[in-house]
């Protein structure tokens, strides 16, 4: 895993929309504006099984991840794993997916069908470059 610099790191836990690039079959890319979770470590980003950015990522898991603010930027490589599992699906919707408040009064049962009917999967990505542009402390 590679070096995070805490602005780096402080950048990503403060905001929640990314763009997630994969790459399609014919290798032209797809992105996708999505919400995420980053506890320092990888990105937790929830998705549909049958989308796009599932179908690419399951396929081939070099990804990319851009985080804007105006004119602050982050882009992160990495590679991204698909969890499939119901029970990790809904562990990681119910520990980093849902926002705090929501945490103490989600009905788990309700949540867990929710999350089956709709074919949730979350793809988790793990950092293996960050390029920072126009953060403080950096130009």
Do not use: W
């Amino acid at each position: 895993m590679p070096d995070l610099d805490p602005l780096v790191a402080e950048f990503l836990k403060e905001h929640r929309l990314c763009v997630l690039a994969t790459g399609r079959r014919d290798g032209s890319p797809q992105q996708s504006l999505v919400a995420y979770h980053f506890d320092g470590t990888d990105f937790a980003i929830s998705a549909r099984a049958p989308s796009a950015k599932a179908r690419n990522a399951r396929r081939q898991e070099r990804v990319s991840v851009a985080v804007a603010d105006g004119s602050r930027v982050v882009v992160v490589y990495g590679r991204a794993r698909l969890v499939r599992d119901p029970e990790e699906v809904l562990r990681y919707n119910l520990t980093r997916l849902l926002p705090p408040r929501q945490q103490a009064e989600v009905d788990r049962d309700a949540l867990a069908r929710r999350l089956r009917d709709e074919d949730r999967v979350v793809i988790v990505v793990t950092p293996e470059k960050y390029l920072a542009s126009r953060l403080e402390g950096r130009r």
